[in-house]
């Protein structure tokens, strides 16, 4: 059972020119196959006229890695971009590679370089993070208690989620699961036992929000 893995924590771009060829790499966080393709479309109609749009991508569901070299000789484009993914051992991230041809030709060498070095600088540019299996708890109290819950909350490390205010408030919180009963203590101590805590399943959540 997966408890942690690392991806990408926004879309990012990195671009530079080897030998008048331009290279433009793209890196974006995705949760599903169809995310991935729906990412690479993205960048493909954004750069209609480019010579070249490799990509790969990895998704924890179904364990899927999938690569192209769109026109570029076998091994030498969508594969060292799949491998750049794989050397930052992230998955639940694509990454698309554009090029323009500049009339100077790179060799094999050449070009599993470029390729590899768009790569790996989209993801590193896109602020890698840890995504960690955490308790997601719900904790439900009156108005008058919510100020002094929030605070401690924040204070501990924890964070909140979401909070919804109809009759009462109501606060999502994720936790690791090694912390759910000092969770519990906080709030009976901050509330006097008179919040509601309920815990709603599990979920990833950035491992930054998690004090760890």
């Known amino acids: 059972m997966i408890t942690e893995y690392k991806t ?5 771009q990195f671009e530079f020119t080897e030998k008048k060829s331009r290279f433009i790499g793209y890196a974006s966080p995705v949760s599903t196959e169809e995310e991935a393709i729906d990412f690479v479309n993205s ?3 954004r750069h209609k006229d480019a010579t070249h749009n490799v990509y790969a991508y990895i998704t924890r569901l179904n364990n899927i890695n999938r690569f192209t070299d769109d026109g570029e000789p076998s091994g030498t484009a969508g594969l060292p971009v799949l491998d750049a993914i794989r050397k930052a051992d992230f998955t639940d991230t694509a990454v698309v590679v554009t090029r323009y041809f500049g009339g100077t030709l790179l060799g094999t060498g050449g070009l599993v370089k470029a390729y590899s070095h768009a ?7 896109a602020k890698p993070v840890i995504k960690r299996l955490s308790k997601i708890y719900k904790i ?3 108005y008058d208690l ?3 819950l929030e605070y401690s909350l924040l204070k501990n490390g924890y964070k909140i989620e979401d909070t919804e205010f109809t009759e009462k408030v109501a606060l999502t919180v994720g936790i690791p699961f090694e912390k759910a009963a000092e969770l519990e203590k906080t709030v009976v101590s901050v509330t006097s036992g008179r919040a509601k805590t309920e815990i709603l399943g599990e979920s990833f959540v950035d491992a930054d929000y998690l004090n760890i």
């Open 146 to 148: 919510h100020g002094a």
């Open 119 to 125: 790569a790996s600088e989209a993801i590193s540019a």
């Open 140 to 142: 439900t109290c009156s």
């Open 43 to 45: 960048v493909k109609a």
């Open 8 to 12: 990408v924590s926004l879309p990012s």
